[in-house]
């Protein structure tokens, strides 16, 4: 699928290598474990690759979100964007500072991937990746130089990172390859995504905060005054798919605030009723409410992608400090995924 991206024949043999290093049963899978798994005495040559070897990771990166779109595409898919930690050591590492991990639930000293997934009922698979850049490091290009970082590389926030990669999406793929999108408050309560995607006629149901402002005919209003305001025979008990234990069982609301075309979807523990989650809704055309809440829910499983991309194909195991090299491993775990 990707042979003719490696136009050396030593770096199409190390990539080939690396890729069976990734899918191997080693426990740890960086350039030293994965130079033994094919025979090397040294590390050197996957270094190569990772480091110095003339190969594109973004042409990589389009083979692989191609096979995906072709083998999982469906017209119930979503492309989720949410991002992962990377725990590290020292400061040089590209992107690296203290601040705050999902993956550790605390501020550790990590490097921020943020990413798409697309998931269907065929399956799910990791399909683009950007490495987040604090200020701390967009702002001291001495730094940057050290790193690989181009001149031109500036600050972006994660939602910004979101877009990007969903405009290459839809600049190579067409608005049919977005079915539907999705992702956490960090996401949902970012306005600039939030207009990007209604320019773009893009269906989403993204997580926003209670005191999310929803246009009404009265005038702006609160997601959670709207929700104490909603008729309590309006709540709907569903299943946000399967988990570990089963359906995951909540009661829901849909409230159409009645002066633009969003929606807001509010989630509610059945064993917590204080606990509540709010999304906002945008459909080009009218849909269920199960499909609202199918869509919601389908953000869940993307942790558990990030984990088997760990766990199996060594995500994180990386031990390469430079810019590029952290795309090229990464590109190559996606696809051993």
Known sequence: M???????????RR?????????????????WTIAEQVGDLSPDGMQRLLNFYRWEADAVRD??????LDHLGDPGG??????????KKGIKSA?????YSGTAGRIENCQLGVFL????PRGRALIDRELYLPKTWTEDRDRCAEAVIGPDAEFATKPQLARKMLERILAEHGREAVPWFTAD????????LRDWLDEQDI??????????RFTTPTGPRRADELTASAPKRGWQRLSAGQGSKGHRLYDWLLINPGADHHLLLVRRSISKPSELAYYLCRSTTPVPLAELVRVAGSRWGVEETFQFAKNETGLDHYQVRRYDAWYRHITLSMLAA
Do not use: H, I, W
Not at 21 to 29: F, I, V
């Open 203 to 212: 269906n989403y149901v993204m997580a926003v905060s209670c005191d999310a």
């Open 15 to 31: 990539a080939r290598g690396y890729l069976l290093g990734l899918l191997s049963g080693s426990e740890r899978k960086n350039s």
């Open 95 to 99: 992107g690296v500072q203290r601040q």
């Open 63 to 68: 083979d692989l979100r191609g096979y995906v």
């Open 185 to 192: 408050e960090a996401y949902g309560d970012n306005p600039g």
């Open 2 to 12: 990707v042979a003719g991206r490696f136009a050396q024949v030593q770096s199409r």
């Open 78 to 87: 979503v492309v989720v964007a949410d991002e992962t930690g990377f725990l």
């Open 117 to 120: 997934t697309y998931t269907s």
